[in-house]
Antibody, heavy 115, light 110 residues
């Protein structure tokens, strides 16, 4: 079965960077992209961007494109999302999801930005 | 402020039929397919409806989706207590060149 397993919770200071991983299994990694979606505490879903599992092409949300980088490692079927210059309002649960339609989701990674 | 507009809450009693609306614009719902997601308390979202009205394998036929113009709807018939969750609509927005979500609707089963 399709599984996306994410890295563990992180606590970061303002201005720092965080890198979250998402390891895929149960399907052909290069046949699907990986989307990243975040959810601030008590808030709704926010799409951050998408990366092709085939060639690493990316598409980022306009409000994050200066601070986010998504990468893939096809040798380990893993996708990464790095967010730089962290701010307090970046505190959220970060999810990876398969494809553009998000038909399978990771368990989420809580990133807390705190001084 | 979400690009897609959903009512913040909805409710119903067991066995009832409830609908949740999702309103957008020509640049998003009007020109692209809509998906619906269910998020149970403390869990990751789950794809409930894709391509306006299609159910992934394993989703009960009590859940149905529709789209007309710049609006979409999710209907849940035969409401059950385990349907208590947050529901989100999502689609692509041609103007923003990105995926957008509604603000979410919290469904309470009374």
């Amino acid at each position: 079965q399709v599984q996306l397993v994410q890295s563990g919770a992180e606590v970061k200071k303002p201005g720092a960077s965080v890198k979250v991983s998402c390891k895929a299994s149960g399907y052909t990694f290069t046949s699907y992209g990986v989307s990243w979606v975040r959810q601030a505490p008590g808030q709704g879903l926010e799409w951050m961007g998408w990366i092709s599992g085939y060639n690493g092409n990316t598409d980022y949300a306009q409000n994050l494109q200066d601070r986010v980088t998504m990468t893939i490692d096809t040798s380990t079927n893993t996708s990464y999302m790095e967010l730089r210059s962290l701010r307090y309002d970046d505190t959220a649960v970060y999810y990876c999801a398969r494809g553009s339609w998000h038909d399978s989701w990771g368990q989420g990674t809580l990133v807390t930005v705190s001084s | 402020q979400s690009v897609l507009t959903q009512p913040p809450s909805a409710s119903g009693t067991p066995g009832q039929r409830v609908t949740i609306s999702c309103s957008g614009h020509s640049s998003n719902i009007g020109n692209n397919v809509v998906n619906w997601y269910q998020q149970l308390p403390g869990a990751a979202p789950k794809l409930l409806i894709f391509s306006n009205s299609q159910r992934p394998s394993g989703v009960p036929d009590r859940f149905s989706g529709s789209k007309s113009g710049t609006s979409a709807s999710l209907a849940i018939s035969g409401l059950q207590s385990e349907d208590e969750a947050d529901y989100y609509c999502g689609t692509w927005d041609d103007s923003l060149n990105g995926r957008v979500f509604g603000g979410g609707t919290k469904l309470t089963v009374l």
